[in-house]
């Protein structure tokens, strides 16, 4: 599921294309005109295109997307810079089965601009998250963590993209890992064997 420019989705479609990888992406969801799509006309992916603006409200979206993406019945759900918190329904659905990536050291700057934050807090050090989607706001239990140095001269785009560039291996060595392995959940703790 993504909304933008879709490197990390490359990431994951680059991983799922090597010799014996352990999962193939079914199907791209995206909620607006993005770059992501294009990928997924490019390579042929099925595309499911669900906009909040097609619904009376966002309970409604959110039940729509809940029953659409399990019409591709996956294993797990991996948001990919999906700029869209999931409700109720879609949590319900596949609940413990969605993995985020997210450009902070989560419980740090959490939300959409954790690059931004991050920035302005003054962090010498941030980096990105690999986590579980629960229902909240980027709390979910954390599966894996890689830091990134911030310099003095960085702007949010050139910060961003060293993150995205650790971003992109990790969250693909984590869906590789979760697909063969699984993962155990101890209260906040997930660990994957
Ligand atoms: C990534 O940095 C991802 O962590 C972030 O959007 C970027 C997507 O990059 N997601 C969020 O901030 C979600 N809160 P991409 O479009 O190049 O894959």
């Not at 193939?24 to 990928?39: F, G, L, Q």
């Not at 991050?118 to 963590?145: E, F, S």
């Amino acid at each position: 599921m993504a909304s933008g420019t879709g490197s990390l989705l490359e990431s994951l479609l680059a991983r799922s294309d090597q010799q014996h990888s352990p999962f193939e992406v079914t199907a791209i969801v995206v909620d607006r005109d993005c770059r992501a799509a294009d990928i997924a006309r490019d390579r042929a992916i099925p595309l499911l295109d669900c906009r909040v603006s097609e619904f009376a409200d966002r309970a409604a979206w959110d039940t729509a997307l809940a029953e659409r993406v399990a019409g591709f019945d996956p294993e797990w759900v991996v948001t990919a810079g999906f700029m869209k918190i999931l409700g109720p329904a879609f949590l319900s659905r596949f609940g413990g089965r969605i993995v985020n990536s997210h450009p902070a050291l989560l419980p740090s700057f959490p939300g959409p601009h954790g690059v931004a934050d991050a920035l302005a807090h003054g962090v010498k050090v941030t980096g990105t998250t690999v986590h579980l989607v629960d229902d909240g706001v980027d709390t979910g239990p954390i599966l894996a963590q890689e830091p990134v140095a911030v310099t003095p001269d960085d702007t949010e785009d050139t910060l961003h993209e060293r993150i995205k560039a650790v971003e992109r291996v990790l969250l693909a060595d984590v869906v590789t890992a979760l697909v063969t392995k699984g993962v155990v959940i101890d209260g906040r703790k997930a660990d994957i064997p």
